[in-house]
């Protein structure tokens, strides 16, 4: 990987990172929100994940990958079917993570016995590395500009 690649990437990282502090601010809120309300905690967890993944996906193709589809000139320019594309592979890739961290929040809250904050702080961990991974290799690299850096 070139200097110039790696910089990319490595920017490209810090931004997600960003992003996915602010889609974790909303995930939280939400969550203890709710689970201060009396919400069951799993049901608390998918409400407050789309939440966030809903924030992460509106932020995420604009500024993280934003370098994904752009036109001559500059201007970003993404095809009907290439965003259908990166819609349904963003939902697919959170739909999964969803999944796990509900597995996740399940066995440390009802097998180790963590509270439920403790057991999201973990799982929020877990996710954000999957979720960066399967969002560059995957969700967002058939846009060529990924190609590229990755």
Do not use: C, H, P
Not at 92 to 117: C, D, F, P, R, Y
């Amino acid at each position: 990987m070139s200097n110039e690649a790696r910089k990319k990437l490595i920017i490209q990282f810090i931004t997600f990172n960003i992003v996915g502090l602010l889609n974790t601010a909303v995930d939280f809120l939400v969550y203890t929100a709710l689970v201060w309300f009396g919400t069951y905690y799993l049901l608390a967890q998918v409400i407050a994940y789309s939440a966030g993944m809903i924030n992460s996906f509106v932020l995420n193709s604009r500024y993280t990958f934003s370098k994904v589809g752009r036109a001559a000139g500059g201007t970003k320019k993404l095809s009907m079917s290439m965003s259908m594309s990166v819609t349904v592979k963003f939902i697919v890739l959170n739909g999964i993570l969803l999944g796990i961290t509900l597995l996740l929040l399940a066995a440390l809250t009802q097998w180790w016995e963590l509270n439920e904050l403790a057991a999201k702080v973990i799982v929020t961990a877990v996710a954000v590395m999957l979720n960066f991974y399967g969002s560059k290799k995957w969700v967002f690299a058939s846009n060529g500009a990924q190609a590229e850096s990755g």
